[in-house]
């Protein structure tokens, strides 16, 4: 187990004048699984990459354990890495490919045959192992490369989207593979996935990166539930949150918000340095809007009139996209099975005043004012 | 219809065989029989078989100092060249360096010249060098020939290597070198092989710069022995044609060897 600590921590290409990864700060703690999420080329591989020292750092300080190891080669940081590829050598038997790790490291031929062993039975891989890669099925060569890191009893572990080559059912067993194995060995473990599922799921903490920067860091609920940013609002979720144009329609205190036609009262909120007019963008999630709403639930509701667009029936539950007079992107709502609507016609949405979130016009999050009930 | 396509299948491929091996054959009959008999008929069957005609080939007519020296000449220049050669290749495909681009051009343009025009240059550095009718003049010279071919076919390879698979061994705490040994020149095995049977096959049979470069009989690689039984008024057909088997020998058993391989090289390119 080990901390990881990323101080400002940025890499330049030679072939562009814009850094790959910028100042990007992080602390990932003893034992922990730190997901890295973002869209491609936001620089979460290139941060991955300088933390297990195969790329070298711009600026800035990684430190594993307090101890800086900018110029320390990969070999000696005790890390050990999960390719999206498996990277497994494709001349070299599965127990050769467990084995070449450790035979560089002065361990004893029965050691390293005892450990061997030991992962092999693990990860089932016991009657696969004088086999090549080449006849072995995806998730078996997955589990190889998860073995490779195993075996090695490192430090640190890095993942760089192990899952994206797995066909859908075998990425959520190995999923659930990976979770077990963080839980049993307690180390440190940090996770590059452009997959929010795979975020949600896996991650104790997940870092969101966007065009080389940090976005936003916390525990996933909590980055779901509280985006700091439309970027985070509208990545993560699916469908994602519905980030629609508003206007403040009253003066400081307690606050009323114009979205299209309608008049939404924000009452348990105070936002004393929103001035009347300024326009800013209302984002709520699908989840938070309801295509009913009983007598006593409206209180903390607010209807808007919508036109129904399309209406995806998905068994469990059922996606309705709306568009409100006025407003020209589409609500998108996650309701009930039985939501009795149909394309074209015109009724009330209830959204949930409780689940509203406010941005400003570069897309930050606006807070409410301290002392007033969160959102 | 099943049994017809066969049949048809069957049909051309004893064509394409006899086509391919039928002057092999002929070569192998007429090399069991004298050149009297041959002039006498150029295709009857080797009767009697005069096996004794190799003997006498290896040790009355030189064949085996001429042999021997072409043994230790290709020896030599195809190790070389697979050992220089995939350095290179694995260095030119795997590290990004600047002008990396600009030499493997240079490497490669080398090979739009003719050995016509080299080979008067070739001629006086050897003379200088006091590498002039040896046998480590000529190698050093089949290397340099060969170098830019092997790199190409070896570099096209090296760079189809997932380079996740370097990451992974320099985790595993390997060195460059050993990278390059345990990990690329494996995986590169199926090329390599490619370019040991190519460079074999064309510098054993290589007479050019053979002919320039080596004049003494001890000297002599195997293509300049068997031209000396081809005189200016009448040849020793038969004494031409043993020759011919004894060198053709050592290239059956050099592909048979590597032939598996090179049919991996051609086909897999993918690395798994």
Redesign the interface.
């Known amino acids: 187990m080990a901390v990881v600590t990323l101080e400002k921590l940025t890499k330049f290409y030679d072939r562009g004048p814009l850094p790959a990864a910028d100042a990007v700060s992080l602390e990932v703690q003893h034992g922990e699984f730190m997901v890295l999420l973002g869209p491609s080329g936001c620089g979460k591989t290139t941060t991955l990459r300088m933390i297990a020292g195969l790329e070298s750092i711009s600026s800035g300080t990684l430190s594993i354990d307090g101890r800086v190891v900018n110029h320390v080669p990969a070999k000696d940081r005790d890390i050990a890495m999960v390719f999206q590829s498996y990277a497994l050598y494709p001349h070299m038997s599965v127990a050769d490919n467990l084995a070449f790790g450790l035979r560089r490291r002065s361990i004893d031929r029965a050691e390293i045959g005892r450990r061997v062993a030991a992962v092999a039975d693990t990860l089932g891989l016991t009657g696969l192992l004088q086999r090549k890669p080449h006849a072995l099925s995806g998730g078996q060569r997955q589990r190889v490369a998860l073995g490779r890191a195993i075996v090695r009893d490192p430090k640190v572990f890095l993942f760089d989207e192990p899952l994206s080559n797995l066909d859908a059912s075998l990425r959520v067993s190995t999923r659930g593979e990976i979770s077990k194995l963080h839980r049993r060995l307690g180390a440190t473990m940090i996770y590059v996935t452009h997959d929010q599922v795979e975020a949600m799921t896996l991650g104790q903490r997940i870092c969101i990166m966007n065009g080389g920067r940090v976005v936003q860091v916390g525990p996933p609920l909590e980055v779901y539930k509280r985006p700091l940013n439309t970027f985070v609002a509208s990545f993560l979720g699916n469908p994602p949150m519905n980030l629609l144009p508003a206007r403040v329609a009253e003066g400081k205190g307690r606050l009323s918000v114009k979205l299209g036609g309608e008049l939404l009262e924000l009452k348990q909120r105070q936002y004393s340095a929103l001035p009347a007019g300024a326009a800013i963008t209302l984002g709520i999630r699908p989840e938070s809007i309801a295509a009913h709403a009983s007598a006593g639930a409206r209180e903390r509701l607010a209807g808007v009139e919508a036109e129904i667009v399309q209406i995806e029936s998905l068994g469990a539950e059922t996606i309705l996209a709306a568009r409100i007079p006025g407003i020209e992107s589409e609500l998108v709502a996650r309701v009930g099975p039985e939501v009795g609507a149909s394309v074209g016609e015109r009724r009330s949405l209830w959204l949930d005043l409780s689940a509203i979130h406010l941005f400003d016009a570069t897309g930050a999050l606006i807070t409410a004012d301290v002392g007033a009930s969160p959102a | 219809m099943a049994a017809l396509k066969r049949a048809v299948l069957l049909l051309l491929l004893s064509l394409y065989t006899a086509f391919a091996a039928g002057p092999f054959v002929w070569a192998a009959m007429l090399s069991l029989r004298t050149t009297t008999e041959i002039h006498r008929n150029h295709f009857a069957p080797p009767n009697p078989a005069h096996w004794d005609k190799f003997a006498e080939a290896w040790f009355t007519s030189n064949y085996g100092v001429y042999f021997t020296n072409s043994t230790q000449v290709v020896v030599s220049a195809v190790l070389l060249l697979t050992l220089v050669g995939s350095m290179a290749a694995h260095c030119l495909a795997r590290y990004r360096f600047r002008f990396n681009r600009v030499i493997y051009f240079v490497l490669f343009s080398t090979i739009i010249f003719p050995p016509q025009i080299t080979i008067i240059s070739l001629f006086q550095i050897l003379v200088q060098y006091g590498l002039y009718n040896s046998k480590l003049g000529l190698t050093l010279v089949y290397v340099a020939i060969q170098l830019p071919l092997t790199i190409y076919i070896l570099e096209s390879f090296f760079a189809r290597i997932?380079s996740?698979?370097f990451?992974?061994?320099?985790?595993?705490?390997?060195s460059d070198w050993e990278i390059f040994w345990r990990?690329s020149l494996?995986?590169a095995?199926p090329a390599v092989a490619t370019t040991v049977i190519l460079n074999f096959i064309l510098l054993w049979n290589e007479f050019l710069y053979a002919v320039v470069l080596i004049t003494e009989e001890a000297n002599r690689t195997l293509p300049l022995g068997i031209q000396r039984f081809i005189g200016d008024t009448q040849e020793d057909v038969g004494m031409i044609a043993t020759g011919l088997m004894i060198a053709i020998i050592p290239v059956v058993v050099v592909y048979a060897f590597f032939s598996e391989r090179l049919i991996q090289g051609m086909t897999a390119g993918a690395?798994?």
């Open positions: 997932p996740d698979l990451d992974a061994a320099r985790i595993d705490g390997y990990v494996p995986i095995l690395v798994k």
